[in-house]
């Protein structure tokens, strides 16, 4: 799936999920610059008022419309409502996963705790004519708001991306950039499995090279398990 490359100014992100999450990425895209739709579990004209004091800016919409007309797509919502969301209007999109498991919210989900692939594998076989690309995930939603800064800023954090495409995560990784963080390339989507909750790199607020290395070992590690 071949994408083109974009600007902010001329871009559109949309925000599924308007809670913790969503409301800081929605935050930080106002801050660079693009045009964020955002959307909740509830009708838009109930969140709007929120949205104009946590996100300023934002327009409060509906998921199928915010996912229609965005030309990217974060998923913030909890992961066991992943089947919700619009996979007609999400075809083709470049989407990116930032939920994760958690049992005090999702219920205990058997299938969502499969040994055999990451989470971001499940939403990508639900999402098959999209591309699904994991980021912002592993960091807390604190930090995130917080620890934002300008490329090459001493201290700057980094956030990893992985993805089955490359020229996506190239894409996710820019964005990344663009709000503030040193993106990571981590490859494939199984390579997500470093980021999940119980894994090394999950709750991660450090910077580019202190990443690459936690990777490096975890790679490791595994290729001596084997």
Do not use: C
């Not at 809670?19 to 660079?32: N, P, S, Y």
């Not at 919700?84 to 498991?101: E, F, H, I, S, W």
């Amino acid at each position: 799936m071949t994408h083109t490359p974009f600007e902010p100014e001329q871009t559109t992100i949309g925000i599924l999920g308007a809670g913790k999450v969503g409301t800081v990425l929605a935050r930080l895209a106002l801050a660079a610059g693009y045009d964020v739709l955002i959307s909740g579990s509830r009708d838009p004209s109930t969140i709007a008022l929120t949205i104009d004091v946590l996100a300023p800016g934002a327009v409060a919409t509906t998921s199928t419309d915010a996912a229609a007309r965005s030309d990217i797509v974060i998923l913030a919502l909890p992961l066991g409502k992943y089947q919700t969301v619009p996979v007609q209007a999400l075809r083709g999109k470049v989407v990116v996963d930032a939920m994760n498991y958690w049992w005090e919210i999702d219920g205990e989900r058997e299938d969502l705790r499969s040994p055999t692939s990451t989470t971001s594998e499940i939403v990508a076989a639900f999402l098959a004519e999209s591309s699904v690309v994991k980021a912002f995930n592993h960091m807390g939603y604190h930090d995130l708001d917080e620890e934002s800064r300008p490329a090459s800023a001493p201290g700057r954090k980094a956030i990893a991306v992985a993805g089955d495409d490359k020229a996506d995560r190239s894409l996710v990784a820019a964005v990344v950039d663009s709000f503030g963080f040193d993106p990571v390339d981590i490859g494939m989507l199984r390579e997500g499995t470093i980021l999940e909750p119980g894994h090394e790199l999950f709750g991660a607020d450090i910077g580019a090279d202190e990443l690459r290395a936690v990777v490096a070992r975890a790679r490791v590690s595994v290729a001596a398990s084997i």
